[in-house]
């Protein structure tokens, strides 16, 4: 092909730049890493929360990136599997060798991983709760209480129901929550009267729900995600049972078909960005509408909640990486713990060594759907 | 609610899905009558019911009947798919059964895949077939689309006897599944059977989705637990037995209620498990006896 030593040299060399600079290429891309159940029951929410992260980062790399660096998202399927998830994580730590992980709501697959993601020195910024060692995983989730006292609040203030049931299904953030209800419900004067557990593929709740009614529960505290909270309400009507049906954080789009059926009886945790139009005016409301421009130009009207806190674990990365100057995980993580009045979507972000759980104020209300629209409960 | 109103309940409860159970049964045994094969895309059928129809009817606004049908049909439509495409090359290849088994089992996973390519991951349903309030007994609801469930179920299985037992192509059927050989030599067109074994179970698996759906929700993941239940549902009622594989059903969703109500509902999958297991231990050929 070359016959002369000149042309083999020249081929060589710029075979050799060619390969440096795709080489240097790469190393200038931050690698953001999701495990994500985009399929199983943590789907609805898990795709979400997916496209509010690379919807930050197309919005962040539209403006040159982070400090000149681009950003790259890398997303894998866990299937809402715990075992699935270790797996996801593995590869791209070994594989995609990503810098970052802004992974989704899948709490049992990311405290499995979290060891190994540890070892990798790899800060991550979790939708779920966070794993027992938490010394690289922070969390964009308020804490578990929140939407439960949120509701026994709304009881105890706009209703004359003090005895409730709560149905919760066995993934580590509906445990918590149940926990926490059984602990707070006597503060607001209200009784747990009855447990009872269910699993994400159950076809049939009446038992369950009957149990609560004949505990003598005038509402049913659901915790947990998924098609579950239509077969609840579908069940209650079949009952003929006159208990109202409060729902845990959840997708609007599954919600809608639930209050077709159960109408004003059925109750739900908002989060500010699902009642955006009728938030109070403020900071808040101000950072949701910054996320929900390039949502909206996107999306349109999808539920933006999940995606919205997916949007602030790249901010939050992005404002560590900054104050720090660093793209280095040591850095990023030593940085995060700094952040302090951080104004995200869902509130506002505190950190330190101590407290990678950054939202320390409920942001939470009670919400309907009353002929098709999103209201706050009155 | 008193307690005997309340065990009372769990057990309509109990009825109520295990209807379903039984209906899901009843699909696996018209395979197997006819084939000899267990057919585990038996809960994607089930999926079809009642997505096809709830698609039918809100993306291209039919009528609830209408769409139902249209639902039917394309199960059908699928089901024949599913014989021709990886039932029928296995067969003509005397592979063993379990390896179609398996086949079917991929078959189940690639539907599952391509509802929700095409319709999406949103749970959905159906809004029930008469809208009326349960019937209330005392304390007790019943609830108005388990008793068409129920009927539904009935008249399927008197409809299924007559056709198995007195029509040519029933008693072909099952001819083709004693002996597959001996039913080429008489003339029966035995690849012809199994297409129809396979469409005619889809239709059932979608009949059920579709009397299922109004009571709880249908996403394109539901296939898989439905056809374990539909599948211990008939190994309980005698394989092959479609009133077996109903009353199977039936005792499946009782046992399950009374786990939840006694035990709680971690216990639900372990009582209906260790029925199985029970069966399979001491009355392996089910309540009615296996049609083998």
């Given at each position: 092909m070359?016959?002369?030593a000149f042309?083999?040299?020249?081929?060589?060399?710029?075979?050799?730049?060619?390969?440096?600079?795709?080489?240097?290429?790469?190393?200038?891309?931050?690698?953001?890493?999701?495990s994500?159940?985009l399929?199983g029951?943590a789907?609805?929410?898990?795709?979400a929360?997916?496209?509010?992260?690379?919807?930050?980062v197309?919005?962040?790399?539209a403006k040159?990136?982070?400090?000149?660096?681009?950003?790259?998202?890398?997303?894998?399927?866990?299937?809402?599997?715990?075992?699935e998830?270790v797996?996801?994580?593995?590869?791209?730590v070994?594989?995609?060798?990503?810098?970052?992980?802004?992974?989704?709501?899948v709490?049992?697959g990311?405290?499995a991983?979290a060891?190994?993601?540890?070892k990798a020195e790899?800060?991550?910024?979790?939708?779920s709760?966070?794993p027992?060692d938490?010394?690289?995983?922070?969390?964009t989730?308020?804490?578990?209480?929140?939407?439960?006292?949120?509701r026994?609040?709304y009881?105890?203030?706009?209703?004359d129901?003090?005895?409730v049931?709560?149905?919760h299904?066995?993934?580590?953030?509906a445990l918590?929550?149940?926990?926490?209800?059984?602990?707070v419900?006597?503060?607001?004067?209200?009784?747990?009267?009855?447990?009872e557990?269910?699993?994400?593929?159950?076809?049939?709740?009446s038992?369950?729900?009957?149990?609560?009614?004949?505990?003598?529960?005038?509402?049913?505290?659901?915790?947990g995600?998924?098609g579950t909270?239509?077969t609840?309400?579908k069940?209650?009507?079949?009952l003929?049972?006159?208990?109202?049906?409060?729902?845990s954080?959840e997708?609007?789009?599954?919600?809608?078909?639930?209050?077709e059926v159960?109408?004003?009886?059925?109750?739900?945790v908002?989060?500010?960005?699902q009642?955006y139009?009728?938030?109070?005016?403020?900071?808040?409301?101000?950072?949701?509408?910054?996320?929900?421009?390039?949502?909206?130009?996107?999306?349109?009207?999808?539920?933006?909640?999940?995606?919205?806190r997916g949007?602030?674990?790249?901010?939050?990365?992005?404002?560590?990486?900054?104050a720090?100057?660093?793209f280095e995980?040591?850095?990023?993580r030593?940085n995060?713990?700094?952040?302090?009045?951080?104004?995200?979507?869902?509130?506002s972000?505190?950190?330190?060594a101590?407290k990678?759980q950054?939202?320390s104020?409920?942001?939470?209300v009670?919400?309907?759907?009353?002929?098709g629209?999103?209201?706050?409960a009155? | 609610m008193d307690?005997?109103?309340?065990?009372?309940?769990?057990?309509?409860?109990?009825?109520?899905?295990?209807?379903?159970?039984?209906?899901?049964?009843?699909g696996?045994?018209v395979?197997?009558?006819?084939s000899?094969i267990?057919?585990?895309a038996?809960g994607?059928?089930?999926?079809?019911?009642?997505?096809a129809?709830?698609v039918?009817?809100?993306d291209?606004?039919?009528?609830y009947?209408?769409?139902?049908?249209g639902?039917?049909?394309?199960?059908?439509?699928v089901g024949a798919?599913v014989?021709?495409?990886?039932v029928?090359?296995l067969?003509?290849?005397?592979?063993?059964?379990f390896?179609?088994?398996?086949a079917?089992?991929?078959?189940?996973?690639v539907i599952?895949?391509m509802?929700?390519?095409?319709?999406?991951?949103?749970?959905?349903?159906?809004p029930p077939v008469s809208d009326l309030?349960?019937?209330?007994?005392?304390?007790v609801?019943?609830?108005?689309?388990?008793l068409w469930?129920?009927a539904?179920?009935?008249?399927?299985?008197a409809a299924?006897n007559?056709?198995?037992k007195?029509?040519?192509?029933?008693?072909?059927m099952?001819?083709v599944?004693?002996?597959?050989?001996?039913a080429?030599?008489?003339?029966?067109p035995?690849?012809?059977?199994?297409t129809l074994a396979?469409v005619?179970s889809?239709m059932l698996?979608?009949?059920?989705?579709?009397l299922l759906?109004?009571t709880?929700?249908?996403a394109?993941?539901?296939?898989?637990?439905f056809a374990?239940?539909?599948?211990?549902?008939?190994?309980?009622?005698?394989?092959?037995?479609p009133l077996?594989?109903f009353i199977?059903?039936?005792?499946?969703?009782?046992?399950?209620?009374?786990?939840?109500?006694?035990?709680?509902?971690?216990?639900?999958?372990?009582?209906?498990?260790?029925l199985?297991l029970?069966?399979l231990?001491?009355?392996p050929?089910?309540?009615?006896?296996?049609?083998?």
């Open positions: 070359f016959k002369t042309g083999r040299q020249f081929f060589a060399s710029v075979v050799s730049v060619v390969a440096l600079s795709s080489a240097a290429q790469a190393d200038d891309v931050f690698k953001v890493g999701i994500a159940g399929t029951y789907a609805t929410v898990d795709r929360w997916s496209d509010g992260v690379q919807t930050a197309d919005t962040l790399n040159g990136g982070i400090m000149g660096r681009k950003l790259e998202v890398v997303v894998e399927d866990n299937r809402s599997n715990p075992q998830a797996t996801v994580y593995r590869k791209m070994s594989s995609d060798e990503v810098n970052l992980f802004a992974s989704g709501c709490s049992a990311n405290a991983a060891p190994m993601v540890a790899i800060p991550m910024i979790l939708c709760i966070l027992k938490a010394a690289w995983a922070f969390t989730l308020p804490p578990a209480g929140f939407e439960i006292e949120k026994f609040e009881l105890r203030d706009k209703t129901i003090r005895k049931g709560v149905l299904d066995p993934t580590p953030y918590l929550q149940k926990d926490v209800a059984q602990k419900a006597a503060t607001y004067g209200i009784e747990v009267v009855s447990v557990a269910y699993k994400q593929d159950d076809a049939d709740l038992v369950q729900l009957s149990k609560m009614q004949a505990a003598g529960a005038g509402a049913v505290m659901k915790i995600l998924g909270t239509l609840a309400a069940n209650l009507k079949q003929g049972s006159p208990m109202l049906l409060l729902t954080l997708d609007l789009a599954v919600f809608k078909p639930v209050a159960l109408g004003d009886k059925f109750f739900f908002a989060s500010p960005s009642v139009e009728v938030y109070p005016d403020g900071g808040l409301k101000t950072a949701i509408g910054e996320f929900l421009e390039p949502w909206r130009a996107k999306f349109g009207d999808r539920d933006p909640n999940w995606a919205s949007w602030d674990s790249i901010m939050l990365a992005a404002k560590a990486i900054e720090g100057q660093s995980g040591s850095a990023i030593d995060l713990e700094k952040i302090t009045g951080f104004q995200g979507t869902t509130g972000y505190d950190m330190s101590e990678h950054g939202i104020t409920n942001p939470f009670v919400a309907q759907i009353i002929e629209k999103v209201r706050i009155q | 307690n005997i109103s309340l065990v009372l309940q769990s057990l309509i409860s109990g009825i109520s899905i295990g209807c379903v159970y039984g209906l899901i049964g009843i696996f045994c395979i197997y009558n006819a000899g267990v057919n585990f038996q994607a059928f089930v999926m079809i019911g009642g997505m129809t709830s039918l009817m809100t291209f606004q039919l009528p009947a209408a769409a139902a049908i639902a039917i049909i394309i199960a059908g439509i798919a014989e021709r495409l990886v029928r090359p067969w003509n290849r005397n592979v063993a059964i390896v179609m088994i398996l079917t089992l991929a078959a189940q996973i599952e895949r509802a929700y390519i095409l319709v999406g991951d949103q749970p959905k349903t159906l309030p349960p019937m209330m007994l005392g304390g609801a019943v609830n108005i689309q388990s469930i129920l539904s179920s009935l008249i399927i299985i299924l007559v056709f198995f007195t029509s040519r192509t029933g008693k072909a099952r001819a599944s004693i002996n597959a050989e001996a080429v030599l008489q003339g029966i035995v690849s012809r059977m199994l396979f005619i889809a698996g979608a009949i059920a989705g579709i759906t109004p709880q929700y249908t394109f993941n539901v296939g898989v637990p374990i239940s539909g599948f211990i549902a008939a190994i309980i009622g005698g394989f092959g037995r077996g594989a199977g059903g039936i005792a499946l969703g009782v046992i399950q209620s009374m786990a939840i109500l006694e035990l709680g509902a971690g216990f639900k999958n372990v009582a209906a498990l260790s199985l029970l069966f231990f001491f009355r050929s089910g309540l009615l006896g296996s049609t083998r």
